[in-house]
């Protein structure tokens, strides 16, 4: 089921877009389009791209549109006004450059655009820029030569379309970025990888005739597209655990109905773990529980409401089903062990250390949980029904699930409750 998922996410959008433009060059929509005017439509889609990234602080998408902009502009409208020699030594230096500029992209971090790192990117950017300019010079010539360096018989890459070189620029960037994408996700990357597919695919068809714009049309659609779901999960998703964030919990309770159970966790003595292993292997515990919360069954949905805390929302469900399935969560929570890596600080009970110097530990959670049960109270009253119900599972000695018994919104009656634990 995860390799599914990890193809699924792989695969989209950038798929659906090339699918798209393969579907319309194959229809033959595309091709009575004027060639000078269908030529503009990837720069409007990379202007776009341009516009939203510098918007939302998305350098590294701000750099990939520049690159690819710059690049699709000097093969279309500046390679007609030079001489045969030229605009090939223009042709080979594009594609060689501008998938290792995609790779390089993708080991970068977003250090903003007007920023010291941003000017050193633009800087480097215009520097190929110049160092493309000399190689079409008579005077370079011997050095442009290699960017049609054959390593291999010609017949392996004659189907490309590309020099041998930029072949291999291709090939290397996509492996690489694939790689990188399989070890760790990124939307951008995904954009990125897709991008020089794209790029690939237009420049074998001829960048400048209406099959080369539709794929560089392609690759500012993606570009656009990967803006918007980083912008997205910026606001909606937590960047440590890559759950749902408290704003998107505050947006799914507006839109719960008259019955519902709400269920606050904490993890167990995390001041402590962290005093014990140290800040980053907090971070690992948190991302453990959230990885466990994730897959919580029963159509509840798991958000990081802040710090150690977490939330969990079950439309339409009672509240002894949303204890069934959270006190089975909390009981997988306290099976699951993981190794911490680094130096610990101090001994802990919790702690078994392996061969390696690594130390072997696991966490516990607490839980509370509160349900609506159609009666005439508000998502507020039960998220702090739920809380309040949390912390009598902490007085209690933590490691158990505590149910709120009922909610009395017109009475000022405190919160009764019905303590559910399982050893």
Known sequence: MKFINFLYRLTMPGGIILLLAFSLLRLGILSGSDGSRINFYPLILLGVALVLSGIFHRSRLFLACLVITISHAALVWLAPHLSPASQRVLFNAVAFLLPLNLLGFSFLQDRGIISPAGERRLAFIGLQVAIVSALMLPRFSHLAELLQRQFVPSKLSAWSGLAQPALAAFVLASIVIAVLLAMHYSTINNSLLWSAISIFIGLRAGVAGY??????????????????????????????????????????????????????LDVDHFKKFNDSYGHEAGDQALRMVASKLAHVT????????????????????????????LDRMRRLIEQSRFVVRGHDRRRGKRRKSSRQGKTETNVTVSVGIAASNGDPVTTEQVLRSADQALYQAKARGRNCTVVARSLKPHKSEELKIRVLQVS
């Not at 749902?244 to 269920?263: F, H, M, Q, T």
């Not at 798991?302 to 929302?313: D, I, P, T, W």
């Open 211 to 264: 099959k080369g714009a539709a794929y560089f049309a392609g690759a500012g659609l993606l570009l656009t597209i990967a803006v918007l779901e980083a912008s997205y999960s910026m606001a909606y998703l937590d960047e440590l655990t890559r759950l749902p964030s408290r704003r998107a919990l505050n947006e799914a309770l507006l839109k719960l109905g008259d019955s519902y159970a709400i269920a606050m």
């Open 298 to 325: 029963g159509g509840g949905k798991a958000y990081r409401y802040g710090g150690e805390e977490f939330a969990v929302l079950f439309p339409g469900k009672p509240v002894e089903e949303a204890f069934t399935y």
